[in-house]
Every structure is written in structure tokens, then in C-alpha cells.
């Protein structure tokens, strides 16, 4: 099993930052990618970014350039780097454990981006 815990999450004005953190524990052991999906109301859970164990990264076309996704294997911690925030980046924020054909996911932690 893997527990993952987000935080960072709150409130801030558009172009603000934030940083999110997803530390894993459990038998961390095999974890491959770590992922980021948030869901705002009334819309579908969406891929925000994703990164292996070697470091290769990927995101959305919509976060592209302003968010930055990294990870500390040492710490099994992952962090989501966000910048200039917008108001459609409100939404709740999860992060996902991919290890062999099984999926881990966190409680989420809000971010609210309003003037």
C-alpha cells in the first residue's frame, strides 16, 4: 500500500504562486510515475502534469511554461510549482501513484485563484 499526502494548497490572486507537495509513504518501493490531476466543479478529473523516476516530464498544453513539476526520490516527496495562476486553474489538486497495474491517489488540497 501507498498513502500519499498533498498540501499546499489555498487561495491566491490570479498571478500569483503556489507550491503543492505530495509526500509518499507506505511501500514506496516501484513507484513509477507520479502524477498531478486536478478537478474544478462541474468538470472532469484532468491531467496537469506527470513525471517518471527519471525525471522525464510531461503537461498539459493549458499549464505549459507557468507550472513545474519535479520530484525528490530521497524525500518521495513531488512538487508542483505553479505560477502565474489564473482563475481557471481553481480546482482541487490530486496526486497519483502509478505502481505496476495499481493507482494511488491522495485526499487533494484546494487552490482557489480570485481576485
Known amino acids: 500500500q501507498v498513502q500519499l499526502v498533498e498540501s499546499g494548497g489555498g487561495l491566491v490572486q490570479p498571478g500569483g504562486s503556489l507550491r503543492l507537495s505530495c509526500s509518499a509513504s507506505g511501500i514506496i518501493f516501484g513507484i513509477n510515475d507520479m502524477t498531478w490531476y486536478r478537478q474544478a466543479p462541474g468538470k472532469q478529473r484532468e491531467l496537469v502534469a506527470s513525471?517518471?523516476?527519471?525525471?522525464?516530464?510531461n503537461y498539459a498544453d493549458s499549464v505549459k511554461g507557468r507550472f513545474t513539476i519535479s520530484r525528490d526520490n530521497a524525500k518521495d516527496t513531488v512538487y508542483l510549482q505553479m505560477n502565474s495562476l489564473k482563475i481557471e486553474d481553481t480546482g482541487v489538486y490530486y496526486c497519483?501513484?502509478?505502481?505496476?497495474?495499481?493507482?494511488?491517489w491522495g485526499q487533494g488540497t484546494q487552490v482557489t485563484v480570485s481576485s
Open positions: 513525471i517518471t523516476r527519471f525525471g522525464s516530464t
Open positions: 497519483n501513484a502509478a505502481k505496476g497495474n495499481a493507482d494511488y
